[in-house]
């Protein structure tokens, strides 16, 4: 069991632990904003209990001045104070949600770039298993749910609702300390209901992530440029159409269960609080017919306590289930923040003497077959090495191992005898470029596609040039019209081109990070093998002074390699050079020979 999968199993977060995690996260980010809006709030609770008290001075005086036959204008400053506090009311109201919206998108942008950041952290091994990218996709989601947290559960709810209902509790004691206890009663089914309703959206959350991101790939077929060419042409809309329909009411059963489960809880919750509220209705008739209470502060009350149910209401019935509803997507969310990253030593590996693998095995999450078996070999600095197999023989992980991306499951590799599983992917990949066969088609300029792999702010031109050269990248053609600034992509004006040009841009893409050790891992399939055969000379003369790793199933363009690897079922079965390798006539001068009878 690796280190996420222990993640997945390990108790869930709890609401203080939430709390813990999210409060100096956010602070740091942006104290002020986080101080002003919680004092805004602060502020706006305290306002909805000057409403009431001001009303009760009003009405108090309006009962003194009707037995006494005082002038009118004696009320005219008990209406002012109760008009001002009104109008702070709104104002402050205003005010406050208007900041905390500028806080929530800030924050926002916060969370997110923590998904993003820890995502190109963690083990990539983490993306070939599907219980990670169901928790990657439920991180995903829980993100915004983490920025709702903050905003409700710690500004608002602390700030303006908490803050409301101890002032209001303060006031309500000084005129009957009996109404505090009815209040209590009536908040005590509204936290049950909110506790029941935080299980039953937690089970929904992890019963809908798998299908969830079944339906997003089945929308991604439907309606993506990637895709559409090939539905379309096969008729295939109808098949995906019915898939995505399928997945998408399974969805919605899930969620229609957990809202009617949450539902029928918060029903029976909500009669035990009506009742609260026609209790206290009746307390306060019996103290002002006893002398117990004020006509004024009776209304006062009586008035208020529209503005109290109701923000009882807001609280158990909105925010609370609302928080409760995202309770499981926000552990989520932490879990995969909290994922142990592929640290170690930051010391550089310059790559400038021997690799070497040491009985090295590794098997992907949930396979049976081991993808590389005991495989034992060693490099020399600035060797040129070919590893080629047939499909599913080991060569691409094994590359993969090499680079850091995989952690071995047992034995060693070493790199200027450094065992590169104590140091971290940084340092193991700071000298390292790579070329992969399925390579990203960037929708930007020429040259942003090339030089992406650096954060230079004046990119090398020179290096650019190299490498575009190397690639045979044919900076005529009608389709890159503006040179390195031809925009790649019709969505955003540009042009398109050819998947061999695609994959040349890739291969320059490559060389152009600056390194002292280049995998190319089957980066020419698009490209015809007259024209592989000329970009691999090239890219011979231009990796002499570095090591270099061809991966390839064309056996025809290995000629230039000082040496040759065979891989047969995660096993290195056989190294040489060319004709070494046709003398033994083994594994290899079998495909050989297979090969060159396909273009005879």
């Known amino acids: 069991m690796n280190d996420a999968q222990k993640i997945l199993k390990k108790p869930k977060t709890g609401i203080i632990a939430m709390i813990k995690f999210l409060l100096p996260l956010t602070f740091r980010h942006s104290p002020f904003l986080f101080v002003l809006s919680s004092f ?10 000057f409403i009431p008290a001001s009303a009760a001075v009003f009405f108090d005086e309006a009962e003194k001045m009707a037995g006494s036959g005082a002038e009118v204008w004696v009320l005219l400053p008990p209406l002012a104070l109760m008009a001002s ?24 942008g916060l969370l997110s770039a923590a998904v993003h950041k820890k995502a190109g952290r963690i083990p990539a091994v983490n993306f070939e298993d599907n219980q990670q990218l169901d928790f990657i996709n439920k991180a995903e989601a829980g993100k915004n749910e983490a920025v709702a947290f ?17 002032f209001m509790g303060w006031y309500l004691f000084t005129v009957q300390p009996l109404l505090v206890i009815i209040l209590a009663v009536v908040f005590m089914p509204s936290l049950v209901s909110m506790v029941i309703r935080a299980r039953i959206f937690k089970e929904a959350e992890d019963k809908s992530a798998p299908i969830r991101r079944e339906y997003e790939h089945y929308e991604q077929c439907l309606c993506t440029r990637e895709f559409f060419m090939e539905t379309r ?4 809309f109808e098949y995906f159409f019915n898939r995505c329909k399928k997945t998408l ?20 919750m909500k009669t035990f609080t009506a009742s609260g509220y026609v209790i206290i209705l009746i307390m306060m008739y019996f103290m002002v017919v006893n002398g117990q209470m004020s006509v004024g502060a009776f209304v006062a009350v009586f008035a208020s306590m529209d503005a109290l149910y109701h923000l009882m209401a807001e609280v158990f019935n909105g925010q609370l ?17 909290n994922i142990p990253e592929q640290k170690g030593i930051d010391e550089e590996i310059t790559i400038n003497e021997n690799i070497k693998f040491d009985n090295v095995s590794f098997s992907y999450p949930g396979a049976e077959q081991q993808a590389v078996k005991n495989v034992s070999f060693e490099v020399k600095a600035r060797e040129t090495i070919a590893i080629v197999g047939e499909n599913g023989s080991g060569k691409t992980t094994l590359m993969r ?3 850091g991306l995989y952690q071995p499951d047992s034995g060693c590799i070493m790199m200027d005898n450094k065992d590169i599983s104590k140091y971290s992917l940084s340092a193991v990949g700071k000298n390292i470029s790579a070329v992969f066969q399925k390579y990203g088609r960037y929708k930007m300029s020429l040259k942003d596609n090339i030089i992406i792999s650096t954060a230079e702010r004046y990119p090398d031109e020179t290096a650019a040039d190299q490498s575009s050269e190397m690639a045979g990248i044919n900076m005529k053609d009608k389709n890159l019209s503006n040179g390195y600034d031809t925009m790649l992509s019709v969505e955003f004006d540009g042009t398109d081109v050819s998947g061999g040009q695609w994959q040349r841009i890739a291969i320059a893409r490559g060389y152009y990070r600056k390194h002292s050790l280049i995998v190319l891992d089957e980066p020419t399939a698009a490209i015809d093998p007259l024209e592989e055969t000329k970009i691999y000379e090239r890219f011979a003369k231009m990796a002499k002074d570095k090591t270099a ?39 290899y001068a079998q495909m050989y020979n297979m090969q060159r009878q396909r273009y005879v």
């Open 249 to 268: 009411v399974n969805l919605n059963k899930i969620s229609l269960k957990a809202s009617a489960k949450s539902n029928l809880f918060e029903l029976i």
């Open 401 to 403: 191992l090499l680079m």
């Open 40 to 49: 805004l709030f602060l502020l706006h609770g305290l306002s909805y209990v």
């Open 549 to 587: 790793f061809i991966v390839t199933h064309r056996l025809g363009s290995v000629h230039q390699a000082d040496r040759i690897f065979v891989m047969d079922k995660g096993k290195l079965v056989e190294s040489g050079t060319h004709d070494e390798l046709i003398s033994n006539e083994a594994v």
């Open 85 to 108: 506090a009104y109008i702070f009311n709104q104002v402050i109201d205003g005010l406050s949600n208007f900041v905390t919206i500028e806080y929530f998108n800030k924050i926002g």
């Open 321 to 337: 289930p609302t928080l409760a509803n995202g309770f499981g997507a926000i552990q989520n969310y932490i879990n995969f923040i």
């Open 150 to 166: 903050v905003i409700r559960a710690i500004v608002i709810m602390v700030f303006f609702y908490l803050s409301y209902f101890i």
């Open 233 to 236: 042409s096969l008729g295939a």
